[in-house]
């Protein structure tokens, strides 16, 4: 008798210590898929034609995905070499606070650190998500890359973008900003406000974004990973220095 009381005694131990190791091994499996997809969603992959969205996301191969750089020379709606061994292609609303704030406090040491080093290529994209002003907005940016003097109108519309809150973007408010950055043309330039081959060329980006699942801004891609949001210097510099790492 007192041998099956051990016997049983000793057959609980041994399920107990093995049911505790099965438990301690779904908890490990279980912290380890959650840190993976924190971090997918922290540096997510861009990926094309998403089940809400429609259109093309351009050429692209199984092994490296959509490929989104257009390496266009003589480019008025890029910064940097057109051979640069890495391209950062940004996607932004005129009328986005957010996109205000990359655009005064990070993209000038970007340029500086990397596109005036010959290192890094930055290509514009438009996403017009506010509506019909944040459309006419990039119609008017692109009126001014006509003239040559896209990113002065660009810099110049962030530079008086509210902290907060979307900037009332009017034709009369565009056409401010056309005079304040000299632009030689005006009568062109508020002509082509209406260019409808200008508004096709916004919703052809607008597409592409749409395609690949964007929907928020800003938003830029570099290697098809995306790094959403105004995020601080220090995140650009390290998914930078990865891609040109991958590039040698």
Do not use: H
């Not at 900037?167 to 209406?194: N, S």
Request: net charge negative.
């Amino acid at each position: 008798m007192n041998v099956n009381v051990k016997t049983k005694k000793t057959r609980n131990v041994v399920l107990a210590l093995v049911l505790g190791a099965v438990l301690v091994l779904a908890i490990i499996f279980v912290g380890a898929a959650a840190g993976e997809s924190r971090l997918n969603s922290a540096n997510p992959t861009v990926r094309p034609g998403s089940p809400s969205a429609g259109g093309s996301a351009g050429n692209q191969t199984p092994e490296s995905g959509p490929q989104l750089e257009r390496r266009t020379p003589s480019d008025p709606l890029a910064l940097g070499a057109v051979d640069a061994p890495v391209v950062m292609i940004e996607y932004s609303d005129y009328r986005c606070p957010f996109c205000g704030v990359y655009a005064r406090k990070t993209q000038p040491e970007i340029v500086k650190k990397y596109v005036e080093t010959g290192q890094l290529r930055i290509e514009w994209r438009d996403l017009p998500v506010f509506g019909d002003s944040s459309v006419n907005a990039a119609v008017a940016a692109r009126a001014a890359a006509a003239q040559g003097l896209f990113w002065e109108f660009n810099e110049a519309v962030y530079a008086a973008a509210p902290e907060k809150g979307k900037a009332e973007l009017t034709e009369p408010v565009l056409v401010k900003f056309a005079e304040q950055v000299g632009m030689p043309d005006l009568a062109k330039f508020t002509a082509d406000l209406k260019s409808a081959e200008l508004q096709a060329l916004v919703k052809a980006d607008l597409a592409e974004g749409t395609a690949l699942g964007l929907n928020s801004t800003p938003t830029f891609v570099i290697n098809n990973q995306a790094i959403p949001g105004a995020q601080p210097l220090e995140v650009f510099i390290q998914v930078i220095d990865e891609a040109l790492a991958q590039a040698k």
